[in-house]
Every structure is written in structure tokens, then in C-alpha cells.
């Protein structure tokens, strides 16, 4: 399957997706803070690491995602296919 996911662009977001074999697109529109935790398996995985940076091997978070207002926390598990997120 192909899926596409835009999170809100006000205030406090919780996506939390599960997934087989898919393409994910998920969209965190500008000025909004992103947590995004991803629990793979033989999946490729694209993430705007200028916008939300690796704090660690599944952790990609933006700087200022404590204290944000307009924030989306994302959470993926997915087996087979291709994550983005933008």
C-alpha cells in the first residue's frame, strides 16, 4: 500500500502507525516541532534530518520539541517497504 499522513499545524499531534509492506509519507508542516521514533525492519527510511535531527539509531527530534507548542509526535513500526518523512 501508499500512504500519505500531513499532521496538523496547531498545537499537540500524536501519529502512532503501524505498518506491514508500505510507503509511508508523513508531512510535519513548517513551524511545527517533530519527535519521530522508528521501529523498522527491512525498510528504507528518509527523514529531513535539517528539520529533525538523529538523537539517536531511532530518535529523530527537533531542538526545540519540549518547549514547542505546535508539535507532532510521530511513532512508526513498520516491516517492509519505505518511510519519509518531510
Known amino acids: 500500500s501508499n500512504s500519505s ?3 496538523p499545524s496547531r498545537g499537540v499531534s500524536l501519529l502512532d502507525l503501524e505498518a506491514g ?5 508523513i508531512s510535519i508542516p513548517q513551524g ?3 519527535r519521530i521514533r522508528i ?7 528518509n527523514v529531513d534530518t535539517s528539520r529533525f535531527p ?7 527530534q ?3 520539541f519540549d518547549t514547542a507548542a505546535d508539535r507532532a509526535e ?3 513500526e513498520a516491516g517492509l517497504g519505505s518511510i519519509t518523512v518531510k
Do not use: F, H
Not at 509492506?21 to 509519507?25: C, R, T, V, Y
Not at 521501529?39 to 527510511?45: F, I, V
Open 39 to 45: 521501529k523498522e525492519g527491512l525498510t528504507s527510511l
Open 5 to 7: 499522513v500531513v499532521m
Open 32 to 34: 511545527v516541532a517533530g
Open 74 to 76: 510521530v511513532s512508526v
Open 62 to 64: 527537533s531542538p526545540d
Open 21 to 25: 509492506a508500505a510507503a509511508i509519507n
Open 54 to 60: 538523529q538523537a539517536d539509531s531511532r530518535l529523530y
